[in-house]
Each structure stands twice: as structure tokens, then as C-alpha cells.
């Protein structure tokens, strides 16, 4: 029964709506430079707004031409490292008084007398 109901169609193959009364917007070529001397140009609506970089299809970002001043850098944000977290919840004395407490444990372990530091 479900297949009988399907006969004849494709599903999303196929748009049973008519191009009859569509106007398409207004379209303009945009032209971007790579630095790679490649071109590419683009048809944009007139109504778009433009970005002023494209990446081009070695991987490059191309600059469109003429498009007047430079665009604004993204700004880039600090990636914080496990040490930077670190500092955030403990001052350097308390992780060398850790540190210590770590190695005297450590040592303890291992059967090792005194504080560790080893003669000549």
C-alpha cells in the first residue's frame, strides 16, 4: 500500500513547485585575488553584504578586489595552558610547598631517608 503511494515520485529529487512569477534578485560578479595569482569571481545579490576575503581553492584567502581598506584582524584570543590554570588557583609557594610534600611522600615510598639530595 505505502508503495503504491510513492508511484511516479522522487522524493526531494523533485520540486512540484513552477518557476512561474519568480523574479531572481539582482545579481553583480564579485572578483577576489589570491596571492597565488588565482582568480575567483562570484555572483553576489546586490542586496548581500560582501565579505572582504574568500578562500580560494588552493587555501589561500583571496582579498576582493577593490575592496578598499584592509579588513579588520580577528582578534585572537590567549589559549590558556594547564600551567596558566594552575597559577589561577595556587601562587608559586604553595605548589613548591606541594611539590615537597609530593617528593617527601615519594621518597617515603621508595624506602629513602634524608631529603633527597644526593652527595658526590
Known sequence: MAERSLRGTRLGALSLETDEHVVPSERQITTYECPNGHK?????????????TWECRCGAEARLVGGGAEPEAKQVKHQRTHWD????????????????????????????????????
Not at 575567483?40 to 572582504?52: D, G, Q, R, T
Open 40 to 52: 575567483i569571481e562570484l555572483p553576489f545579490s546586490v542586496e548581500a553584504e560582501i565579505p572582504p
Open 85 to 120: 590554570m594552575l597559577l589561577e588557583r595556587r601562587s608559586i609557594p604553595e605548589l613548591e610547598e606541594l611539590l615537597e610534600e609530593r617528593l617527601a611522600l615519594l621518597r617515603a615510598s621508595r624506602g629513602e631517608k634524608g631529603n633527597g639530595k644526593r652527595s658526590a
